[in-house]
Every structure is written in C-alpha cells, then in structure tokens.
C-alpha cells in the first residue's frame, strides 16, 4: 500500500527561527496536500501542490513538490507562536487510499 | 468554519455496543471521508464515498461500515466496539473531480471513548 513518512515527528524552536518538514512517498503522487491541525483542533487545509517541481508560497510558508512527486516540503520562515500545532502531509493517490503523514509538531518557545 | 458538521461531539459506549456517527457535508461536495485519529497520531483513513458509494478503503475490519445518503451526508457505523476504538473520528468533505481528490473541509470530530 502506499505509504507516507514525514520528519521530523517533533520540532521545537524558538520564535524567529525557520523550520521544515518533510513528506516521502514510497510511490509516485497523483497531488499531495498539506493540513494544519492546531492542539484539539481538526486538520486545516493549507495548499494542494500538483504539478512536478511545483512551488507555491502562503506569506512566510513555502511549500515544494518534487521532480519526481515523490516527496514534498513545507518551510516557514521566522516562526510564530501561532504557527504553533501538527502539519501534516496527506495524498490523494489514484488509489484512493488517501494516507497522512504521521505529521510533525511544532513548538515554538516565544 | 468549514461547513462540515458532525454530531454528536463526544461519545462514551460500553464494549461490544454499536455506534453510529454522522457527518454533514459542505454545501456542492460530493464526496466523504472517514478517518480515525487515535492521540498524538495522524488521520488514518477508514473509507470513503463518493455519489453513495464505497470508493476506497483502508485497513479497518468489515464492522466498521459507513453510507452516504442522496444529499451527500454520510453515517460511519462501527458494530462490536472494541477498547482500541477510542479516538477521534473525522469526518472530511470535498469534490471529487476527473477521479482525483481536490482540499478537504474537515469537520470538528466525535470524540469516541469505548470503556
């Protein structure tokens, strides 16, 4: 089955500083989507990324697919208490099994 | 707000009961998905609906079984509960387009605790 793995599980940063995280497919991606999911809180649709190599920006969130749609990133630059929670990749594969990363937890020490 | 409600919110059953869970989808999708999310872990995909019908699966047993209805709202129903069920189920909306999943509205969750 098609299997995403995401790292870093946990990140924890002080205020100011950049973090990313990263998505790898076993299998090629049909399109791949990013969600935020704040504590307590249900994911947030951030972007959908579709096309080989693609980048799209979000104000300090950059997120990238790779040349071969195997993989993915999402970077944030000078971090915010409120980008405080899980972000998680999740693809939509022409299987329909449509699988999320474990995700990865940011902190962020004001 | 998404536009994706689910009732109830919280719910506590006893070991071995049925529950049902419902979903109302955004306005103009077409399609559901189930996920269950278990603490400190992601969504892990149960099945989804597409125009009523079954149109993927993940690795859950057959008691857990769902429906979508003429209007797009959807029932996940789980038969024989089991302690290991306790988690957060999410309910997911979208649009289903030329066979490809587009963004999914997610709804606020039940809250399920098997005891």
């Known amino acids: 089955g098609q299997q995403v793995m995401q790292i870093p599980q946990y990140q924890h940063v002080q205020e100011g500083e950049d973090f990313t995280t990263y998505c790898n497919s076993s299998?090629?991606?049909?399109?791949i989507q990013w969600y935020k999911q704040r504590p307590g809180g249900h994911p947030v649709f951030l972007i959908q990324?579709?096309?080989?190599?693609e980048v799209k920006k979000q104000k300090r969130l950059t997120f990238q697919f790779g040349e071969a749609k195997k993989n993915s990133s999402l970077h944030i630059t000078a971090t915010q208490t409120t980008d405080v929670g899980t972000y998680f990749c999740h693809s939509g594969g022409s299987n329909y099994k449509l699988t999320f990363g474990k995700g990865t937890l940011l902190t962020v020490n004001p | 707000e998404t536009g994706v409600t689910q009732s109830p919110t919280h719910l506590i059953k006893t070991r071995g009961q049925q529950v049902t869970l419902r979903c109302s989808s955004q306005?103009?999708?077409?399609?559901v998905s189930w996920y269950q999310q278990a603490l400190g872990q992601g969504p892990q995909f149960i099945f989804q609906y597409y125009r009523e019908e079954e149109n993927g699966r993940g690795n859950f047993p057959p008691r857990f079984s769902g429906l979508q209805f003429p209007n797009y709202s959807s029932e996940l129903n789980v038969n024989a509960l089991e302690l290991d069920d306790s988690a957060l189920y999410l309910c997911?909306?979208?649009?289903?387009?030329?066979?490809?999943?587009?963004?999914?509205?997610f709804g606020q969750g039940t809250r399920l605790t098997v005891v």
């Open positions: 990324l579709v096309k080989s190599g």
């Open positions: 306005s103009g999708h077409n399609t």
């Open positions: 299998t090629t991606l049909s399109n």
């Open positions: 997911a909306s979208s649009l289903m387009s030329h066979r490809d999943n587009t963004e999914a509205f």
